[in-house]
């Protein structure tokens, strides 16, 4: 089936279906697209609230306080500063599970360290709301995060409905056949309108900030705003970043903040991606990262390897009943446990897991191993170059 080549950028190389889709679009509109996450503990972010969550009691106050954060239409790092200037505060004693998708409506859960929830209430935000859950024992990260539900509108589908259901039924079987659906990395972790984060991070990770710098700010897109695209084909074009600092657009906040530092530092690109808050720079050596395991997962398929199996040298993991993957429980299939380990994952207990390379994580072995080992080859890159020496908080380990 034909992938689209945005999608090929992104290293997904192949669908898992041949099955007929059902057409359509998406995100014609904000509201087409509902993202509400999910915590470990059960906890639900909801757009729209079913109960108020009612007063937060003083005498059990705690450092964080956990709130949920629904917003339209904006960026998660915008809206994290947007808070912590309404609250007067530094924006790093705001903390996130994940990262939501910015041209959409989504419900995250955020900790806020050192507020009361009066000081909360009062927050004032086109587009945005911050509704104050209770006092929690730690500040937020990834380590929380449960999943996200989606809510997605699909539009201008010119099918009938017995069409339509026959279709999706047709794909579930598929789905079902092969054991699931891949589980690629889509187009946040790349950037959806400018899908440029991977690129960024391989410049990094090769230790070539003036290239990672020049891709950042001067790559255009035909999906953004025609204003945005000419200030930086103008910049790639001059090189004059002080002449670019006038004429970029006030929303590419990120971008202005290293447009400062180059015109009056011209030469240095490190000091200028240090402007940028380090949960945005860490993004781009793990985007680099997901599309390394896109291409993975695609030459996995397009190899014919199962994905309901595993095979000698694959590594595997133990899984709760969530789904979710145990910590550090993982295995590299021996040849002679191999009956065992499909057992495991027939019964559900275990899944096939692809590795996130870093400067502690090597590949896979056996045939899977030399897939792996043949795409770093054509990248030219080694898992220890994710250690990156000019900008070590910013390495990435792997996992």
Not at 225 to 253: N, V, W
Not at 344 to 352: A, E, F, I, S, T
Request: net charge positive; with cysteine.
């Amino acid at each position: 089936m034909f992938v689209p080549k945005l999608e090929k950028l992104m290293g997904i190389e192949v669908y898992a279906t041949s099955s007929l889709g059902i057409g359509g679009a998406i995100r014609q509109f904000v509201e087409d697209f509902i993202v509400e996450e999910v915590l470990v503990n059960g906890s639900k972010a909801q757009v729209y609230p079913v109960k108020d969550y009612g007063e937060i009691e003083d005498a059990k106050k705690e450092r964080y306080l956990l709130c949920v954060l629904i917003k339209r239409n904006w960026d998660t790092f915008r809206a994290i500063r947007e808070i912590a200037n309404q609250l007067n505060i530094n924006s790093g004693r705001v903390q996130i599970a994940g990262i939501k998708d910015a041209k959409a409506v989504t419900a995250q859960h955020i900790t806020i360290e050192d507020v009361t929830p009066k000081e909360v209430k009062k927050i004032k935000v086109g587009d945005i709301k911050v509704r104050p859950l209770g006092y929690f024992r730690s500040k937020l990260s990834s380590c929380f995060l449960l999943g996200n539900n989606f809510h997605v509108t699909i539009r201008a589908v010119n099918h009938s409905k017995t069409t339509i259901k026959k279709r999706l039924a047709e794909t579930l079987k598929e789905l079902k056949t092969i054991g699931g659906v891949p589980n690629f990395f889509g187009h946040q972790r790349f950037g959806t309108t400018r899908p440029i984060t991977h690129l960024v991070g391989k410049a990094i990770v090769q230790g070539n900030f003036e290239k990672a710098a020049m891709l950042f700010l001067a790559k255009p897109s035909p999906f953004e705003h025609p204003e945005s695209r000419e200030a930086r084909e103008q910049l790639h074009s001059t090189q004059d970043f002080e002449k670019a600092l006038k004429i970029f657009p006030k929303q590419l906040h990120y971008e202005r903040l290293m447009l400062k530092h180059l015109a009056k530092k011209p030469k240095d690109f490190v000091g200028a991606f240090r402007r940028l808050p380090p949960k945005l720079r860490q993004l781009f050596p793990q985007a680099y990262q997901a599309y390394l395991f896109n291409k993975f997962l695609s030459r996995r398929i397009a190899c014919g390897l199962p994905l309901n199996r595993v095979e000698a040298g694959d590594y595997i993991v133990n899984v709760e009943r969530s789904g979710l993957p145990m910590v550090k429980m993982y295995n590299v299939v021996s040849a002679q446990k191999l009956g065992e380990f499909n057992q495991g994952v027939k019964k559900g207990r275990m899944r096939l897991a692809l590795p996130i390379i870093g400067f502690k994580q090597s590949t896979s072995q056996g045939v899977q191993g030399e897939i792996e080992k043949e795409i770093l080859k054509e990248e030219g890159i080694t898992p220890e170059q994710f250690k990156i020496s000019l900008m070590p908080e910013i390495s990435a380990k792997g996992e």
